[in-house]
């Protein structure tokens, strides 16, 4: 069993920054790839960003450049920064992981977290 436990979100005016992060109660290198999802009121959850294992990234296209994602091994947590914030960010932010259980004949499995609100007011 994996927990995830995110903290970070908030409320921050337009143009702001915030931090998010997911803390994992296993090492963050047991798992195929983490990462982090989003869903405004009204609509589907989203993809924002992932980060694998070996540290390789990638974005939903219309984030780049404004969000990073990043790991520390020693923290087991990852963390998604996020600036220049735009009230079209607003959404519960979730942070997921992917992991191969090898007592499952190495199945894979997707955990979440618990979401993290984030408004970004105009």
């Known amino acids: 069993q994996v927990q995830l436990v995110e903290s970070g979100g908030g409320l921050v005016q337009a143009g702001g920054s915030l931090r998010l992060s997911c803390a994992a109660s296993?090492?963050?290198?047991?798992?195929?790839?983490m990462g982090w999802y989003r869903q405004a009121p009204g609509k589907q959850r989203e993809l924002v960003a992932t980060?694998?294992?070996?540290?390789?990234?990638n974005y939903r296209d219309a984030l780049k450049g404004r969000f990073t994602t990043s790991n520390n091994g020693v923290k087991n947590t990852v963390y998604l920064q996020m600036n220049s914030l735009k009230p079209e960010d607003t959404a519960v932010y979730y942070c997921?992981?992917?992991?191969?259980?090898?007592?499952?004949?190495?199945?894979?499995?997707?955990?979440w977290g618990q979401g993290t609100q984030v408004t970004v007011s105009s």
């Open positions: 997921y992981a992917d992991y191969a259980d090898p007592s499952t004949d190495w199945a894979l499995h997707t955990y």
């Open positions: 296993r090492s963050i290198f047991s798992f195929n790839s």
């Open positions: 980060i694998t294992s070996g540290g390789i990234t």
